[in-house]
């Protein structure tokens, strides 16, 4: 067993879909989250500068003490995941390959769809994953950026956000994909509109759950996982404005979000790229 938390960042509060996954999947291990709401959204951003942004929380979190770091952003790990895995001395986990592999055991026809910010699929950090378990498997991936501002403004279904998702999907349904990589942390939210609109055929598959398999899985291999009966401890931090964080926090996660502390920026840790 490490008594140690479990570290996770997102640039902001979309990670949180993933820590209530790994909450469900692993309820006594405690977490510390910390989302950079200061300057997320990532997904419009260039790679590198999303980099440098990663890096420096990857750092922070491993400075708090962190057993295993958890990159809970596809933006994010399609970015900087390599190198966050080279500067840390505790291992890291991101979003992109276990949803890659999710997809490529879910597929029967071998034509994956995938849908994330523009950052993540500018990366085709996606097609290396899949290709990397199956080179002959078809990809096809779609940017939808708006998605993002839906969900954060709470509007996850309706007209507005159906019609758009329609229009962000027409291309990969007339591709024939079997399976769809929900590849953002906002879209678990708009699963129902996604899953209506891509049909009963169709597998979805989510990067929460599929990165929640997988910590529990690095966790009980490393002879991590807490077995004491001590309830776990949940702390959440910022970089922005707490009281959005925790508003939004509630609608991603949930009631356990009740304080998230601001932390100012630059954050402490090493500094990888000086
Ligand atoms: N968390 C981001 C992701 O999963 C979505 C929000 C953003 O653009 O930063 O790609």
């Keep these: 067993m490490n008594a140690a938390p479990l570290g996770m960042f997102d640039s902001g509060v979309g990670g949180l879909t993933v820590m209530r996954a790994v909450m469900r ?57 390599l190198d966050i895995q080279r500067n840390c001395s505790v291992p890291v986990l991101g979003v992109v390959e276990p949803g890659a592999r999710g997809a490529v055991q879910a597929t029967r026809n071998r034509r994956i769809g995938v849908i994330g910010t523009r950052a993540t699929v500018r990366s085709r ?56 990589v929900l590849g953002c942390t906002h879209y678990p939210l708009l699963r129902e509109v996604i899953a209506r609109e891509m049909g009963e055929g169709v597998r979805l598959i989510s990067s929460d759950e599929e990165v929640a ?3 529990e899985e690095n966790l009980v291999r490393r002879g991590y996982l807490k077995n004491s009966e001590e309830p776990p401890t949940y702390r959440f931090m910022c970089s922005g404005d707490p009281e959005q964080a925790v508003s939004l926090g509630r609608i991603f996660l949930g009631p356990e979000v009740e304080r998230v502390e601001k932390v100012e920026l630059p954050l402490g840790g090493w500094r990888p790229w000086s």
């Design 125 to 180: 950090a996606y097609q290396k994953a899949i290709h990397a378990l199956d080179a002959g498997a078809h990809v096809h991936s779609r940017a939808c950026p708006t998605l993002v501002d839906f969900v954060e403004r709470g509007e996850v279904r309706g007209p507005r956000v159906e019609e758009e998702v329609r229009r962000y999907l027409a291309p990969l349904k007339k591709r024939g994909v079997d399976t769809l």
């Design 213 to 215: 398999r997988e910590v």
């Design 25 to 81: 999947r692993l309820p006594r291990e405690s977490i510390i989250y910390f989302g950079d709401n200061a300057r997320g959204p990532y997904g419009p951003r260039e790679i590198p500068e999303i980099r440098r942004f990663a890096l420096e929380i990857a750092a922070f979190l491993e400075s708090l003490g962190g057993a295993v770091s958890v990159v809970a952003c596809n933006s994010a790990t399609s970015a900087a995941l």
